[in-house]
């Protein structure tokens, strides 16, 4: 049975499991380079940048393993930030993405945000993934971090 829930501690290892594996599909890198980026620091205090920070973090759990991700981090009290949209390749384009997202967004709503961006690392590279974001009504903006990301992107909620 495939179901999304609220995270729990002992999945942090599975989520990074996931972004390894995405990163290594979508931009051929070592896991090594990830691993030595700090490109993982939200991932390893999940408490301070989500939970107990007006922010939440979703798992795409099939059974008992992990097999995808998103998350909710407060950027100021309007503004709140999409992240960790991750999902295994054998799980895209059957709706679950999608349904993370709602869920996301919806949270972010409730909770009193007025808007919710978001970064990508490539155009080019995460073509599908900017597509589904403009689906999902975000639109791009000019930079508002300081990411490797190029592609920056809000909804007004």
């Known amino acids: 049975m495939i179901e999304i829930k609220t995270i729990k501690l002992h999945q942090i290892e599975e989520v990074k499991r996931i972004i ?25 205090d999940m408490r301070s940048h989500y939970l107990d920070n007006k922010g939440t973090f979703l798992v795409l759990v099939d059974d008992d393993k992990v097999v995808g991700s998103g998350g909710i981090r407060r950027l100021n009290d309007d503004i709140c930030e ?15 993405g999608k349904k993370i ?5 919806d949270f972010a709503k409730k909770a009193g945000y007025k ?4 970064d ?23 930079r508002y971090n300081d990411s490797l990301c190029t592609v920056f992107m809000e909804k007004i909620l």
């Open 82 to 96: 999409l992240k960790r949209m991750w999902l295994l390749k054998d799980y895209r384009g059957q709706g679950f």
């Open 101 to 105: 997202a709602q869920i996301l967004l």
């Open 120 to 142: 990508c690392a490539d155009e080019q590279k995460q073509a599908q993934a900017v597509n589904f974001y403009k689906q999902l009504g975000f639109y791009v903006i000019e």
């Open 115 to 118: 808007k919710i961006r978001l």
């Open 20 to 44: 390894f594996a995405v990163c290594s599909e979508i931009f051929q890198v070592p896991e090594e380079v990830i691993r030595n980026n700090d490109f993982l620091s939200d991932i390893d």
